[in-house]
């Protein structure tokens, strides 16, 4: 007689749920699909020459030291080297202010290890990005959902919504997954006298900075809470700041960094010591090879170039082949743009009729913690060609319209 697995689950599983972004990618997979659903990055732009001549340089020079057990708050040079980016960019920090996780969708679990507990409020912006939401509901987080405009999450009503005490605040301040846009400065300065005002720290999440190929930076949130700390040599203020080489580099790698008040990264430090001992060794010391010597910054240029013709291209082509009721936005950065249909339009329901004509999306309503969006949908631009752009948009522009016509 088999064991009745059901009952053997931990009832927090009830709360896990498949991606709904992988789910589509299955059916996505077949070549003669063009695919705007991943987040994925250009192939063509993965250093594959430079991780090589890393990987040969390690294993020649430190491979016994590469391939062992390491420390779980990372390689130290990798992480030095992390501080050396963020002084560059006005924060002051030290390697206990930094943590090496495997990717950034791990220092998200880690951090829902540490903070909540059953029946905690996470403020997230409304739409927020869905891993974010599936690492945080299995630790029976409950969200609080402020609405976003094209300047990003709407400080007016984040006052409001911290009265209800939420554990932390999650924002997603550089062309937003999934919907491309950027928190202005302003709101930024509002969001930490908030988080002051009310004792709430702020996860940010901060994967796509450096890919800004339009406008002027705007400093991290973390960096203006440095400067209103005074910008003491070892950071202790209220940001947690997540970001990745996954963007940069290569999403394989799995690396990425949190940098925090050393307090809390020394929990971080042992909620990962249950999780994995630490990142890999291998991955670290090679990735730190290839970004020595300013060698990211000569490559985001690249990134950057090529993200930009590809958004350029799949902005025309929105504005060629979409009916007047359907709405986007510019993204200034970043991988992703989002749309609107009319709000009778479910774009769930009508995406078999997309997925015959060889083209995906993903639907909207996922990235909503409290519900909505049933009309809207998330497209990447940086992994298709501009030839496959500008078919794929043909395409969907295609549906839409049979879509409003049948429903009119």
Known sequence: ??????????????????????ELLKLTERPDVISFAGGLPAPEVFPVRQVQEACEKVLKENGSRA???????????????????????????????????????????????????????????SPTYLGALQA?????????????????????????????????????????????VTISRDRRVKIL??????????????????????????PSTIKLDGDRCGNPEEYNGNVIYLSTYSKI????????WVIAPAQVIRKM???????????????????????????????????????RERRDVMLDSMEEHMPGNVHWTHPQGGLFLWASLPEHINTTTIFPQVAA???AYVPGDSFFPCGGGENTLRLNFSNASPEKINEGIARLGKVFKKVLLQQS
């Open 193 to 218: 006298e908030l988080a002051e005002q009310f004792g709430v720290p702020v996860i940010e999440d901060d994967p796509y900075g450096q890919l800004r190929f339009e406008g002027v930076d705007i």
């Open 67 to 125: 391939l062992q057990y390491g420390p779980t708050e990372g390689y130290l040079p990798l992480r030095e080297l992390i501080c050396q980016d963020a002084a560059q960019n006005g924060l002051k920090i030290t390697p206990d202010n930094v943590l090496i996780t495997s990717g950034s969708q791990q220092a998200l679990d880690l951090l829902g290890k540490i903070f909540i507990n059953r029946g905690d409020h996470i403020l997230v912006e």
């Open 249 to 256: 580099l290569a999403p394989g790698l799995r690396l990425a």
């Open 357 to 359: 004509e060889k083209v």
């Open 1 to 22: 007689m088999s064991i009745a697995w059901e009952k053997r689950y931990a009832s927090r599983t009830q709360k896990q749920t498949s991606s709904a972004i992988r």
């Open 136 to 180: 945080w509901s299995v630790y029976g987080a409950e969200y609080v959902a402020v609405p976003s405009d094209a300047d990003g999450i709407q400080t007016d009503y984040v006052q409001e919504a911290l009265r209800v005490s939420p554990k932390m605040m999650y924002i997603l301040p550089n062309f937003q997954n999934p919907t491309g």
């Open 269 to 307: 430090v042992i909620a990962k010591q249950g999780a994995d001992l630490h990142t890999p060794s291998f991955t670290q010391y090679v990735a730190y090879e290839v970004a020595r010597d300013g060698f990211i910054n000569r490559h985001v240029e690249l990134i950057r170039r090529i993200y």
